[in-house]
């Protein structure tokens, strides 16, 4: 159909494509045949991407999610809103002669068997060298010219040696799906109206469905609205996410000249009120512990709760002043006398995470159990708010990976069930069809 020369241009810059014109004789009429080759952008296609299972959030729930729904012949994918996968783990590479894990860095309240466990595979711990974290705790306290003190700690608390949680994401869990994890792709809708579908809108636009939906993203995403669901969510699971707590936080790490400082240490200030089990932390620990080839001296921080609330709006320069002048008091000025570098990585700021991980003020616990149910069995929860085996273990990389896992494991039981069930129903036909045969 032909089209008025200025509307044929508008429609031709608007789908981005080239136009091809070839004209042809038959029976003396000339026909005018129009071949449109045309690379139609995201946002102006139709097209839905089809998969047994979708997954929103590429961290370590969604990843390990993914890893044991593929293994079991599902076909899944993994939508992470930003451009690395991992979610609140990752590495840095560059600023000291080892790798540093920017979000999640130890393994605690757990040991490297947990590694296995993940995957399904003991022999991954093996081959991934971890140290037992032994070092004692110090604190300064200003009173009376200032003075140290000493703790013991017997928490079960280990380090990576010569290798990151990001590294056992990337080479242990993302590795089988790495096809299927879509970066980019931040949710903005989430559909869940039709009783045999779930369909995911991304801001830009693009359409996933699926039999089943894993939520994994932080739960700030959640508390904040960020993703739209229709029909809403049922009232307890926003009664149970206004109950619940994203903290804010950053890590610091800075490079010095010589190592002048304790492994493990943190400055005596008065806490806030009693918010039962919100985290309240500023620690600064060794980060080269365990590291057996390492010329350098790097010191990590971490800063979580109401105590991070001063620190997540100054410029990362700000945040390493403040720390310095703290530490200049405890060590007589070697903390400016030696520094060299700093990074820091402010999780609050980052706009598809917004803080550390999850605290449910004055240990009001009952909204885990609300997010571990899935919802009319399509909607699954899973992350480091919803541990498995334990109800004061949120806040962990393993606990996040091991939710993703128990998600995967539900949808691979119901699918079973379901099969079962169509089994015996066949098995019930075919046995009354010979009945009434024989009568």
Not at 144 to 158: A, V
Not at 181 to 209: C, F, H, Y
Not at 224 to 247: C, D, G
Not at 309 to 336: H, S
Request: charged share 25%; with cysteine; net charge negative.
């Amino acid at each position: 159909k032909r089209l008025p020369e200025q509307q044929r241009a508008h429609s031709a810059l608007r789908l981005n494509m080239t136009t091809t014109t070839v004209v042809t004789q038959k029976d003396t009429k000339t026909r005018l045949i129009t071949i449109i080759m045309s690379k139609v952008d995201a946002e102006d296609s139709d097209e839905i991407n089809r998969c047994d299972v979708l997954i929103i959030g590429g961290g370590a729930a969604g990843l390990t999610a993914a890893h044991h729904l593929q293994k079991n012949g599902f076909t899944v994918a993994v939508l992470e809103a930003s451009s690395t996968l991992g979610g609140r783990v990752r590495k840095l590479t560059g600023f000291a002669d080892f790798e540093i894990d920017l979000g999640g860095e130890w393994i605690q309240v757990a040991t490297p068997a947990v590694l296995g466990e993940i995957v399904d595979d003991a022999s991954v711990v093996e081959k991934i060298e971890t140290v037992r974290y032994n070092a004692p705790y110090w604190e300064w306290r200003d009173e009376g010219g200032g003075h140290w003190s000493k703790e013991e700690d017997d928490e079960r608390l280990y380090k990576f040696v010569g290798y990151t949680w990001y590294d056992f994401l990337n080479d242990h869990v993302a590795e089988p799906v790495r096809d299927q994890i879509v970066l980019n792709a931040a949710v903005a809708e989430v559909d869940w109206s039709d009783a045999g579908a779930v369909q995911a809108t991304t801001m830009d636009g693009r359409k996933w469905t699926a039999n089943k939906l894993v939520v994994t993203v932080p739960l700030s995403i959640l508390k904040e609205r960020k993703i739209s669901f229709k029909p809403a969510l049922p009232k307890k699971y926003s009664r149970a996410l206004r109950a619940s707590v994203f903290q804010p936080g950053l890590k610091v790490f800075m490079k010095f000249k010589a190592k002048f400082y304790k492994p493990t240490f943190w400055f005596a200030r008065d806490e806030p009120g009693d918010v039962g089990s919100l985290e309240n932390d500023c620690y600064f620990y060794d980060a080269t512990y365990g590291q057996e080839e390492t010329d350098n001296h790097v010191l990590g921080c971490f800063i979580v709760g109401e105590l991070a609330t001063p620190y997540v709006e100054l410029t990362d320069e700000e945040i390493v002043q403040k720390l310095l002048r703290d530490m200049d008091k405890a060590y007589d000025g070697q903390a400016t006398a030696n520094f060299i570098d700093y990074y820091v990585e402010n999780w609050s700021q980052q706009s598809h995470i917004g803080g550390t991980y999850s605290a449910f003020p004055n240990n009001q616990i009952w909204p885990i159990n609300v997010f571990r149910k899935p919802l009319k069995n399509r909607l699954y929860f899973a992350g480091e708010a919803v541990p498995v085996d334990s109800d004061y273990e949120w806040g962990f990389v393993h606990g996040a990976a091991l939710s993703g896992k128990e998600a995967a494991r539900k949808i691979i039981a119901a699918k079973e069930n379901q099969e079962n069930r169509r089994t015996s129903k066949g098995l019930r036909s075919r046995l009354m069809g010979r009945l009434l045969q024989r009568v």
